[in-house]
C-alpha cells in the first residue's frame, strides 16, 4: 500500500505547464531582477557560470501563448529562454531561440 501512495504522490506533484501569452512579458535587460525571473519561470533547465547564465524550455507561441516546460527531454520545448544575469542581480540580457523547426 506504502508504495502505491508513494507512485499517486509523485504523479500529483508534476504540474502540467499552462500557456499563457503574457509569460515572457515581465522580462526587460536592465530592470528586471534575476530573481523575479526565478520567482516567476521556476527553476532554470540549467544554470551555467555559477547561476548568472540560465536557460529554461519553453513550448508553445505567441498566438497561444508560452509555458515553461520541463522533464529530461525537448519534446514538448520549441524554444530555449536564455536570461544572462549581471553582477548586480539583473537581467543583462534575454533571447528565446527556436529549437524547432515550424512544420
Known sequence: MPLVALAVAAC????????????????ADGSTSC???LMRLG??????ENGRLM???????????YAVT???????ANYSLVVQCDAGGRVAS??????????
Open 70 to 76: 520541463s522533464g529530461s527531454d525537448w519534446s514538448s
Open 43 to 48: 527553476d532554470p533547465s540549467r544554470a551555467y
Open 55 to 65: 536557460t529554461f524550455r519553453i513550448a508553445g507561441d505567441a498566438a497561444s501563448g
Open 35 to 37: 530573481d523575479d525571473v
Open 94 to 103: 534575454h533571447s528565446l531561440v527556436a529549437v524547432k523547426r515550424e512544420p
Open 12 to 27: 500529483a506533484s508534476v504540474p502540467k505547464a499552462t500557456h499563457n501569452r503574457e509569460l515572457l512579458t515581465f522580462l
